[in-house]
């Protein structure tokens, strides 16, 4: 069978679809935002690839449901690559995540030199205790110094992880950064205790806590003024109010006098003590930490500095170089170091390390292989951008060897730059040559042009897409005509070019001697009312640029408080602006009951609606009794959720459907009033193009409706549960909440790639709304790979040459037009793409 053949595919807005897919074939999925291609690539052919496979198997599949379709014929077990990271622990590395730094620790136990604790002379490896499982019996097992004959511990793995005591910094416990509170945010110093110093005391804790403050200030003999303003309080009775006593900080002014015993005779937790203890305390609730996470900043670890580990560990070393030095190489410079190791071991050393060399030789390439160079094994895995995660899978996928087996990828090319995309069809490539089907869906007309096969999906989003609107070779595509794809992929429609830029009105924000990560010692120009795009290659430093450096000073210039920003030696322009914006890719929620409707504030004049009726007012139902978050209106049996949680034995725990509201959160009053023909449940399941249709007479929600609309999201379902968003979808929700505000004129609005997901068509659209931003006063500071957008800009900071170690300057700035005529590596792709029709 040369064919995946799908059947009458009615899921979601799929309209009774019928495709044949060519097997063994890169095959990309596109349309418009909304169209139905993700369900019809992952909740239809991926989901039926997995049931089917495992029913092979002989396995219960009455867990996983079918999806709404007649037929599947000729599929293969699918392994699908979505964009979503599934390690958001502070502990996971990308050298964790695929395993390299796993072959690193063994190298560096098997190999590694190390002075002796006693005499400082060199210690070469033992060659006998290598692996963790020895750790329980080396532990208690040492070897004599060759020099002095002191004992020497064995090294095993376990103490190059930082996720095992016998190597993490005690310090952070292997996590490299420490908590601390910020004062800024829990205390106004210009008050005086009595008056309201400490935000978060109610007054009838305050009364409490100054006794408390005063009986310690008379047991160490000084005298504690609560209606002083803190900033004017004596050093020690500035640190017992922040730190406390028996806290180092305090301790240093009354070393000799033990601490009150209990808080009647002045034992005071401190402040800032107390804050951190609570937080330490609340390990299990998550929300709980996140509201404390407020009040903290985050700081390197002074003992490790950052790199997790203990100083014995970190003083081993492996050709001259410790396992830390390797960690923070860009991979492409660790592939040059591992390729040259034979040149600075032994001879022994590099024969008994060989099997371990070649599987990090190889781990290391097909990294790099698919645009991730720049990256280095320390960088926390939350820290990564979607596609950096998607792509760190790709590389795994790439050692596996399996063929016959579809591969289902979700805009691999998000985060690219246009010469790492031509890197990543040759990866796809790669993968078909092996004999398997690879199936992404891509909206980049570049890979367009590289598949074998392209399915066009359509016509529009939502209600109106769902349809297979063209299929075939690109060429054939190209001359489908209806197909807005085809289009601009012919050069009938292209994302418009404003026919005049913007003149630079003087004012500008000026960035001086930027060094954060990978930045040179940068001075930048960002010229104030106008549309800027900050390009470069991956890895480059555009994010550190703008949101490690601009975007964390912003915070403390406008409101004193936050992270401390990437090291730089000032910004000059902050008095032409009233507030910096700044709207990232991170989640917009934690947990199902966030959706677009509730983050973006429009699902409260829509409850209001509700409750305004003729009906709900009879029944005494109000606004309140129309959330699924609150007793009243909602489903007592699933608490609003929908869903159950089924616990299974040694397996996850399964959601079910509630069998009292079958899922629609309500009860059965509230579901019986309607707002024009809809009820609650159904308002939820709306799109936002269909929602503007019935809420059009509710102004609060009409405009929010609007505003999601412009920014692309006119396909989205407003109840959506805000964990399945992609980052791109979660940015634009935010986008559109933001732009609901009232506008001073003044504000520069920082955006991460805002295009992520978008149809070129979309892109248009969203381009008006950015313009329609900087024509009211504003600016616009975005970092994108798009080169529509970039094209479409007023000014471009071209960042570069290359990633990683490789970037951190400014290889070109000026108009659009001047950085295609500078030769730089985005200059070159955007003449040429000025050059298409």
Request: charged content about 25%.
């Amino acid at each position: 069978m040369e064919w995946i053949t799908v059947t009458g595919a009615r899921l979601h807005n799929l309209k009774n679809v019928t495709l044949a897919v060519p097997k063994r074939k890169l095959v990309v999925l596109t349309g418009l935002s909304g169209s139905g291609k993700s369900t019809l690539a992952f909740d239809t052919l991926h989901r039926e690839g997995q049931r089917q496979y495992l029913e092979s198997l002989g396995m219960v599949t009455a867990f996983v449901s079918k999806p709404a379709v007649d037929s599947i014929t000729g599929l293969s077990p699918s392994i699908s690559i979505d964009q979503h990271l599934t390690n958001r622990s502070p502990r996971s590395t990308v050298g964790t995540a695929t395993e390299v730094f796993t072959y690193l620790r063994l190298l560096w136990a098997r190999i590694g030199h190390r002075p002796c604790p006693a005499c400082g002379a060199d210690v070469p490896p033992a060659y006998d205790v290598a692996s963790e499982d020895d750790w329980d019996e080396a532990a208690t097992d040492a070897l004599p110094c060759p020099h002095c004959g002191a004992p020497v511990p064995n090294l095993v793995m376990g103490h190059f992880s930082f996720n095992k005591p016998a190597g993490a910094c005690p310090t952070c416990t292997g996590i490299g950064t420490v908590h601390r509170a910020d004062a800024g945010r829990i205390v106004d110093e210009s008050r005086s205790v009595d008056g309201g110093a400490v935000l978060g005391w109610p007054r009838v804790l305050t009364e409490h806590n100054i006794g408390v403050l005063r009986a310690a200030a008379r047991h160490y003999g000084f005298a504690f003024a609560p209606g002083t303003p803190v900033k004017d309080l004596a050093p020690a009775a500035r640190d017992l109010l922040l730190h406390g006593v028996g806290s180092a900080e305090f301790d240093r002014h009354f070393p000799d006098t033990p601490p009150p015993a209990t808080a009647g005779k002045g034992r005071f937790e401190g402040v800032l003590t107390n804050v951190l203890r609570r937080y330490a305390d609340r390990v299990e609730d998550a929300a709980y930490r996140e509201k404390m996470e407020q009040l903290l900043t985050t700081e390197t670890c002074p003992d490790c500095e950052g790199t997790r580990l203990r100083a014995e560990s970190r003083r081993v070393t492996v050709a001259g170089l410790s396992i830390v030095d390797a960690a923070r190489m860009p991979l492409e410079e660790l592939a040059a170091w591992i390729a040259g190791i034979g040149d600075n071991t032994t001879k022994q050393e590099h024969a008994f390390a060989e099997p371990v060399i070649a599987d990090l030789r190889e781990r290391v390439r097909r990294l790099v292989d698919v645009g991730v160079e720049y990256l280095t094994l320390e960088r926390g895995t939350p820290s990564l951008s979607a596609g950096e995660a998607q792509r760190l899978r790709l590389a795994a996928l790439l050692g596996s060897g399996l063929t016959g087996v579809l591969y289902v990828l979700d805009e691999p090319t998000i985060g690219l730059h246009p010469a790492d995309t031509e890197r990543l069809v040759e990866v796809l490539r790669r993968l078909r040559d092996l004999g398997n089907t690879v199936l992404v869906i891509e909206h980049d007309l570049d890979v367009l042009r590289a598949a074998d096969h392209v399915v066009d999906v359509g016509p529009g989003a939502g209600r109106d897409g769902g349809r297979i609107v063209a299929t075939g070779t690109p060429e054939e595509v190209a001359a489908t005509a209806g197909s807005v794809t085809g289009d601009h992929l012919a050069g009938r429609r292209t994302v418009p070019v404003p026919a005049t830029r913007r003149a630079a009105s003087g004012r500008a924000l000026v960035v001086r001697g930027a060094k954060a990560h990978n930045l040179k010692d940068v001075t930048v120009r960002l010229p104030l009312g106008l549309l800027v795009a900050v390009t470069g290659p991956s890895g480059s430093g555009k994010s550190s640029l703008l949101l490690d450096v601009v975007d964390r000073a912003a915070r403390r210039h406008f409101h004193g408080a936050g992270d401390p920003p990437g090291p730089h030696d000032g910004i000059d322009g902050w008095e032409h602006l009233d507030k910096v914006v700044t709207i990232d890719q991170q989640a917009i929620g934690r947990v199902p009951r966030s959706n677009a409707a509730t983050y973006s504030d429009l699902f409260t004049p829509i409850r209001e609606a509700f409750a305004a009726t003729e009906d709900a007012r009879r029944r005494g139902l109000t606004a309140g009794h129309f959330s699924f978050n609150v007793a009243g209106g909602r489903c007592e049996r699933c608490t609003g959720a929908g869903v159950l949680s089924v616990s299974m034995h040694f397996l996850p725990a399964v959601e079910v459907r509630c069998p009292s509201c079958r899922g629609r959160r309500f009860n059965r009053e509230v579901l019986s009033v309607r707002y024009n023909g809809r009820d609650i449940a159904e308002a939820l399941d709306m799109t936002v193009a269909d929602a503007l249709d019935t809420f059009a007479e509710v102004p609060a929600a009409a405009s929010r409706l609007r505003l999601l609309a412009d920014v692309g999201l006119g396909y989205l379902p407003l109840g959506q549960p805000a964990t399945t968003l992609s980052g791109g979808e979660a940015q634009r929700i935010k986008l559109a909440k933001e732009l609901a505000r009232r506008s001073t004129g003044r504000t520069v609005y920082l955006l991460d790639e805002p295009t992520t997901g978008l149809h070129p068509a979309d892109t248009a659209r969203l381009l008006g709304v950015l313009q329609r931003l900087v024509d009211a006063g504003n600016t616009v500071l975005t970092i994108e790979h798009d080169l529509d957008v970039i094209r479409a800009a007023d000014w471009v900071v071209d960042l570069g040459p290359g990633g990683g170690a490789a970037g951190g300057e400014v290889v070109a700035e000026g108009t659009p037009e001047q950085v295609a005529a500078s030769g730089s590596r985005t200059g070159k792709y955007l003449a040429m793409a000025s050059s298409r029709p």
